[in-house]
């Protein structure tokens, strides 16, 4: 049964960050937890992250989700996490026919990785609603996921939140874990996306590896960036885009946050997530 327009859920990108994020408090952390608290409860959550990117496309059908701790190096109070959020075959099967003719294979071996569950234990901590992931297909052009996001709309009119997972900036190979300033390069292409994104820009941010050296900085490779994609795509005519929360953390991984949709105000040192002594 669909909703009406004035309770259609929001569709979201986060960018998620470090893994640490699950433990930690900090004004990204606060910042999804009041986008969660300002939209109606999801009756299920669709995911797109960056970190379950395959060959064709797959959807999680399991009944119960396994968390999945997918990185390594980091404290066991990480590893001892678990989100044991249900799963969701009826949502599965929903995001298959809405998605055809394009091949979506269910899946039962997957589960959550931590591009969902490092956002989830902040936003619904009871995990208490259905969630199901959807994977990126690593072969396909970059206008293919604007059109993914395209053929979940009406899944934001159905209770479902539509939210991806990545960061706009994302070149762990630059990254500078003493902190200090952005390199100009990650500040000028994490600017020119909030522009296109402010500007309703869409299309544009598709072709971002023509944009030259700093896109090539900045994205390495796509799978950071392409989950924003499928929210830009799930975009209705005239509805808004916001950034609720920004910021360049290590300098070089981009924390900003993209919401389609009317997401719930948020006090500027939350906007400007950028304050160093707001982490420490």
Known sequence: MQQSNSSRMPAVFFGHGSPMNALDENAYTRAWRQIAAGMPKPKAILSISAHWYTRGTLVTAMESPRTIHDFGGFPQALFDIRYPAPGSPALASRVRELLAPVDVQPDHSWGLDHGT???????????????????????????????????????????????????????????????????????????????????????????????????????????????????????????????????IELGSISMMSVAVGAPPPLSPGQRQAVAAADDQ
Not at 125 to 154: C, K, W, Y
Not at 159 to 188: F, K, Q, T, Y
Not at 223 to 243: A, C, D
């Open 117 to 247: 569950w490092s956002l989830l234990v902040k936003m619904f901590p009871d995990a208490d609603v259905p969630v199901v992931q959807l994977s990126i297909d690593a072969t396909r052009p970059n206008h293919f996921h604007v059109e993914m996001g395209q053929r979940l709309a009406p899944l934001r009119d159905e209770g479902v939140l539509i939210m991806a997972s990545g960061d706009v900036v994302h070149n762990l190979r630059a990254m500078n874990r003493s902190g200090g300033a952005a390199p100009d390069w990650a500040e000028r292409f994490n600017h020119a996306v909030r522009d296109c994104l402010l500007g309703g820009e869409v299309e544009r941010l598709a072709d971002y590896a023509q944009w030259g050296p700093d896109a090539r900085l900045a994205v390495p490779t796509p799978e950071h960036f392409l989950p924003l994609l499928y929210i830009l795509g799930t975009r209705r005519k005239g509805e808004p885009i916001s950034i609720p929360v920004d910021g």
